[in-house]
């Protein structure tokens, strides 16, 4: 059974960075997409990016230039790099992989922005 391990976020003042990562446990096969979705506060759920594994890369509007995807193919993990955080950016962060057309998620990580 597939499981997405996160690790990273908490707490930091506006204009700050953070990463997270994300690492598909129980899966020898390669993820199809990659990535992370946020929900703030009193929102809905939505992309932030996402990658493919052709190594495209799909960032929001609003944290393109800031918000930056690696990946470790071997280890089935993707990073999210965070830098000129904004309160706006404060939510729960959900890491989101199609492998073998199959869609999964973690169980979130709260990421905090303090002004």
Same mark, same amino acid.
Request: charged fraction near 15%; aromatic fraction near 8%.
């Given at each position: 059974?597939?499981?997405?391990?996160?690790? $990273? +976020? +908490?707490?930091?003042?506006? *204009? $700050?960075?953070?990463?997270?990562?994300?690492? /598909?446990? +129980?899966?020898? %096969?390669? %993820?199809?997409?990659? +990535?992370?979705?946020?929900?703030?506060?009193?929102?809905?759920?939505?992309? /932030?990016? &996402?990658?493919?594994?052709?190594?495209?890369?799909?960032? /929001?509007?609003?944290?393109? *230039?800031?918000? /930056?995807? %690696?990946?470790?193919?071997?280890?089935?993990?993707?990073?999210?790099?965070?830098?000129?955080?904004?309160?706006?950016?404060?939510?729960?962060?959900?890491?989101?992989? &199609? &492998?073998? $057309?199959?869609?999964?998620? $973690?169980?979130?990580?709260?990421?905090?922005? @303090? @002004?």
């Amino acid at each position: 059974q597939v499981q997405l391990v996160e690790s $990273g +976020g +908490g707490l930091v003042q506006a *204009g $700050g960075s953070l990463s997270l990562s994300c690492a /598909a446990s +129980g899966s020898t %096969f390669s %993820f199809n997409q990659m +990535g992370w979705a946020r929900q703030g506060p009193g929102k809905e759920r939505e992309l /932030a990016a &996402i990658m493919t594994s052709d190594g495209t890369q799909v960032y /929001a509007d609003s944290v393109k *230039g800031r918000l /930056a995807l %690696f990946r470790d193919s071997a280890n089935n993990t993707v990073y999210l790099r965070m830098d000129s955080l904004k309160p706006k950016d404060t939510g729960v962060y959900y890491c989101k992989a &199609i &492998i073998r $057309g199959t869609l999964h998620w $973690g169980q979130g990580t709260q990421v905090t922005v @303090s @002004s």
